[in-house]
């Protein structure tokens, strides 16, 4: 094992499946030659020229399009997001094209295609450059999303996303490209398979369920609250779709209390999904309500101070926390 | 490789009968209630596919929009298979799963049946891109109505297709109405080709009454793409008989223009031109035009008699190795 960043992590993947596999290409808004709006893709353009690392114009609709239609006919397309906040002008290609072929020609044509890129709030970026995307492409039939929170999830489920014969979202987390984590050497095959949670620390008392971003906030808070005699345990999804039932079912019969916390919005957010499913196959369980921390539902404003009060931050979690542990 | 000349035109004008006879026994099905959703005939049209399929080869890439069932028949697509997924039986050729707005046929290099207006240009530039990735000289054939053009995915995905010099041809149906809005009022330029000019892409008018004229431009234009890859632009003017779908009665045009296309027929066109150089017979018509209707009438009893897809069976096409999450 050695320490890398997120973004090495990715890039690493990137290179591997490129290296392995003719059929995959990246494509996508300055992924060539500027070398990747957050430098994933840098050095790639050089090592597997022009065929294969392509640059395109501003027009995600017609490159996320394009690459639905390649992937019909047998190429494994990586489609480069700048962020999930613009895939929603190419929401049309992701959700009724990609996951709809499958079905609609009888089982004729699947879709190989990964599509990926940052997600989620980032810093003061505004509400058009703000959204975390994973509620709404977990919705749709069809699409698997995942969100990895450190560098060895992000290459491991970047690697399975590009072997998956389906359409794939690997939403990438904005503010950790830079974080660092251990990860398999280069000639260690890496692949983390989708629908498998993991948990990123034990503990008795309560459990958080996170992901992406909100991982390293439950992190920070669990060391905190063990000062209090609190011990969390924390389950990191990885996966939004398909979701690690087992693993949260697990860690909630170990601990009978539950803070889920989301990056996304709490209404129709991934939070519901996880609580009903809670509370449907073991309710009893349950030593108090499940408790949820999300965004508020407001377009994130770029107002630092209202930004912070608008994201899922360290004070809600905590309060969330000893609320169901009534401490 | 079968060379278009070499396609006989007989055969060709059997396949245009082929598709009119199934259109009217679809429609008839539809009013009997057999056939739900919505439905898209291509009465009218026919020498537009069945002209730019003669020009092809058998594993080049066509793929279209919801007015397909035309596009299916002629790329070989059997009426049986057809007539069973407007059914929503499982022998259909999307096994009843996609309908009368997404007819697939693998086989037959038939890529849908694309039901939003425009959404699948951008398809259409993935699959030439793709052959162009593997060096093929596999050409592309993309059908798009006179709707298509004024939404942005044609746009961007024309701005991509020229910028990578993609082996295209873009088909624009021209059949006057997108569902009630005529080009005039839909349509800023005085004729739609020009809207390949914006894209540097070479375009040109065809009149798709004439399968000979379909036929032959769309054969210069697919030699020159397979020579030195790059798109193209085809502006085939035709009309659409009946109303946008079966719903639709069509009285946002008058009975004088729809009898004035009807008297350029595109059947009665080239059965024309056949028997005046000796190359049909009113009998040797007669006969095709009966073996169609009764290919057609076989196809319903097909489709009745054929089963559903079992409810069991319903998440293995939620995705590919599929199971319910």
Known sequence: MREITYRQALNEALAEELERDPNVFLMGEEV??????????QGLLERFGPTRIIDTPISENGFAGLGVGAAMVGLRPIIEFMTFSFSLVAFDQVVNNAPNMFMMSGGQFNVPITFRG????AHQLGATHSHATENLYASVPGLKVCTPAT??????????????DNPVLVLEAELLYSSKGMVEPPDEELLIPLGKAEVKREGSDVSIICYAQTVPLALTVAAQLEDEDISAEVVDLRSIKPLDEEAIFNSVSKTHRVVIVEQDRAFCGVGAEICYRIQKNIFDELDAPVSRVSQEDV????????????????????????QVCYA | MQRAEQRDEVEMLAMMLLIRRFEERASQQYQARKIGGFCHLYIGQEAVVVGAVAAVRNDDYIITAYRDHGHALARGTSADACMAELFGKETGCSRGLG????????QNHMYGGH?????????????????KYRGEDRVTLCFFGDGAINQGSFHEALNL???????????????????????????????????????DIPGEIVDGMNFREVRDKLAEVVGSIRKDPHPAFVEIRTYRYRGHSMSDPASYRTKDELEKYRLDDPIIRLRAQLTREGKLTNEQFDAIDKKAKETVLASVKFAEKSGELPVEQLYEYGCYNGSKQ
């Open chain 1, 32 to 41: 060539a030659e500027y070398q990747g709006a957050y430098k994933v893709s």
């Open chain 1, 118 to 121: 940052p997600n989620g709030p």
């Open chain 1, 151 to 164: 560098p060895r999830d992000a290459k491991g489920l970047l690697k399975t996303a590009v072997r998956d």
């Open chain 1, 299 to 322: 377009p994130v404003p770029y107002n630092e101070k209202l930004e912070k009060f608008v994201l899922p931050n360290a004070d809600k979690l905590i309060a969330a926390v000893k």
């Open chain 2, 99 to 106: 309908g009368s707005m997404h007819f697939f046929d693998k």
């Open chain 2, 115 to 131: 039901a939003i207006v425009g959404a699948h240009v951008p398809l259409a530039a993935g699959m030439a891109f793709a052959s």
């Open chain 2, 161 to 199: 297709i020229a910028l990578y010099k993609l082996p295209i041809v873009l088909i624009c149906e021209n059949n006057l109405f997108a569902m009630g809005t005529s080009v005039k009022r839909s349509t800023s330029l005085k004729q739609i080709v020009d809207r390949a000019d914006g894209y």
